[in-house]
């Protein structure tokens, strides 16, 4: 498909303007339970560039330290997660993308798809939410660079056992489950934040000083006029992985999780509900 090589996401991931917070040592922290329980826990950027190598040494040592690797998602079931989600976004039958969002909202991505000489049939049968997707992908040779790509290849390595916080159709059913509306909306603010400047610190900054906080309050306040959509992809998110990080700290191995940082910090946040359970929560 076409569109999959129109690529915003290098300035996707600047948000606006940042004024950064005194630097960490990294996104990682160790949980201890009062039992004595050991967790791991990561803040990922899903894609990074080759120029944001080597990781913080902290993503070494927690990996190191810990028995298991755990995911937002098992990577095994990856491939079929995917092909699963790009069915899920094309509309079936002879419906299509003009019963479903503003006339404006069409013509505007008929003329923004021309312009990068992308016919209307590339375009026409998808789901904005896919299209969100599609637009956002980052180009090929920036694949397998996020911090999960390089931990899951040390896991391989090193015969150590990965699996996952949620399953494929849970992972899928926040974009899969948004209405007509949602979907519509997820997409005009990719672009409205496409189109804004930066003159402060890019995400990745902020991921590498571990300043959870701020990553988190972007990203609420990216989808202020989406709510519902930050409330799914986030913090019920958060509270449904709890009982599992729970279980990890009471089974006498020591787990390294690693989910989105965005999931780490602000009060919904998985350090702060962890916090608030009567675990000690220490950065690397």
Partial sequence: MRINRLFLWPRLILLGPVICS?????????????????????GSLH???PTDYPLPSAYNRAFDAS????FEDDPKSASREFRSLLKAGVYRGR???KNHVDPRTYEYLRRFFALRNVAETEFARLRPWLIDILITSPPPEYYGLGVEGFLLRRALANSKPVSGLESAKDHNQVLVG???????ALLLITFIN???????????????????????RLMHEAYRDLPDFGERLLDARNRNWLPKLEKYLRSGQT????????????PSGLLSLLRTRGYKVEQL
């Fill in 22 to 42: 005194p630097a960490h040592a990294a996104s990682v922290w160790k949980v201890i339970a009062p039992s004595g329980g050991i967790l791991f826990l990561a």
């Fill in 47 to 49: 894609v990074l560039r």
């Fill in 67 to 70: 028995a298991r690797l755990v």
């Fill in 95 to 97: 419906d299509s993308l």
């Fill in 178 to 184: 948004l209405s007509d509306r949602e979907s519509e």
């Fill in 194 to 216: 496409a189109g804004q400047k930066s003159s402060g610190a890019s995400m990745v900054d902020l991921w590498r000083q571990g300043d959870a906080d701020t990553i988190a």
């Fill in 255 to 266: 787990y390294f999780v690693v989910v989105g940082a965005a999931h780490m910090g602000g």
